[in-house]
């Protein structure tokens, strides 16, 4: 019997006028999960945000990346920068969740670095002749931002963000993403497999179906274009009409012409940072495994600077919220019950619709990481 490696090469052999999902094992093998972890997530650039969430010296995020344990802040020069979560003493970890601080304190025997990482004080050590305090910062994670999205990468090989993501540049260029400001985040845990989370957001094939009760009636099926994806990401394409103002260009937006004044991009940029982008909103989910049957979700959204300054899109965007709520209640549904349905012994893939052409680029994307090695 093959492993999920060997059977991910056999299902991404095919084109795509005969392709299929992925195979069951791709998403429950403790193995290919394993797989993922050092050849994709300890490799590749991960998203953990918006660069406008920390907007302040000493604002701070934590978050755990393939295991390791990582602080990302802006330092007191304006600058953002990631490091080690972890203490140069006994190793405990240091700070959680997120929030604002002067300086980072060990909660165990109260080593303090400042902001760059540098060590500023560590009590009772005098007498330790071999201890320097210079040889004590917190190493440091390569960490980059890329229209106003904040990247970290354990791998020091990785090509710079800037050169992987010129083709989404060139689609998305007069959105000005960078300018879009976040103004709420939230960690959740779903009880899926995190790929079947990601090619959920992929397809828009299932939202007249999963989405009866909320977006369901406004997705239009013949609109949808699914072009092939690039290297390192996928997309596809829908017309919003006015039911959610600010899903349509502001009428003071002189950039964006004809279609794009309602075109709302998904983008999906490897290995799990998916953007929802509208002309006057966005919202993102940021993705890690939490073992094989969970996953760790960054949900994130704002609204375009064009909209931040107008009253009654404020109200709309709240209004918006709670619409993204209820429509994750109703893919938290979809994708567990998916995932459920895929542990099955009867399952098997079937072929995929033309409206799920970048489930087949994500495929392609997964074993270009991980099917040298089965």
């Known amino acids: 019997m093959k492993d999920a490696i060997g059977e991910l090469r056999d299902n991404v052999s095919l084109p795509f ?8 094992s791709v998403y429950k093998s403790e193995d290919f999960l394993a ?15 918006r660069s406008s969430s920390l907007s302040e010296p000493g604002d701070y995020m934590t978050l755990n990346l393939a295991d390791q344990p990582i602080i990302v802040l802006r330092d007191r020069s304006g600058n953002i920068r990631a490091m080690s979560n972890v203490c140069r003493h006994r190793m405990s970890t240091l700070l959680e969740g997120r929030g604002k601080t002067s300086s980072i304190v060990c909660p165990y025997h109260a080593w303090t670095y400042n902001l760059d990482g540098s060590l500023r004080g560590a009590p009772a050590m005098k007498l330790n ?32 963000v800037l050169d992987d993501l010129k083709g989404v540049e060139a689609h998305i260029y007069d959105y000005n993403m960078s300018d879009y400001v ?15 989370l990601a090619e959920n957001f992929m397809e828009s094939y299932h939202l007249p179906v999963c989405h009866a009760g909320t977006i369901g ?24 009409d006015d039911t959610l103002r600010i899903a349509l260009a502001h009428p003071n937006n002189t950039i964006l012409k004809d279609e794009r004044r309602r075109m709302t991009y998904l983008l999906a940029i490897y290995p799990s940072l998916l953007i929802t982008l509208t002309p006057g909103y ?7 495994p939490k073992g094989v049957g969970q996953v760790q979700i960054g949900f994130g959204g704002g609204m375009s600077a064009d909209y931040m300054d107008d009253e009654d899109a404020q109200d709309n965007f709240r209004q918006l919220k709670v619409l993204l709520d209820e ?3 109703e893919d938290r549904g979809c994708t567990e019950k998916v995932y459920r349905g895929l542990c099955s012994e009867k399952a098997e893939p079937g072929h995929l619709s033309h409206l799920e052409r970048p489930n087949y680029d994500f495929a392609h994307y997964l074993n270009s990481r991980v099917g040298n090695y089965g």
């Open 282 to 288: 966005f919202w993102y989910l940021s993705l890690h």
């Open 182 to 196: 976040e103004t709420f985040y939230e960690n959740h845990v779903w009880d899926t497999n995190w790929k079947v």
């Open 217 to 240: 009636g406004l997705s239009k099926l013949n609109e949808m274009v699914c072009p092939p994806g690039e290297a390192a990401f996928n997309y596809h394409t829908i017309l919003k």
């Open 327 to 329: 429509v994750n209640v």
């Open 17 to 24: 006028e005969k392709a299929r999902a992925m195979p069951p």
């Open 35 to 49: 797989a993922e972890l050092e050849h994709i997530f300890m490799k590749d650039w991960f998203c953990v945000g």
């Open 129 to 160: 002749v071999d201890f320097c305090k210079a040889d004590y910062s917190l190493p440091i994670i390569r960490c980059e931002e890329w229209l106003g999205w904040i990247f970290i990468t354990l791998n020091p090989q990785a090509n710079l």
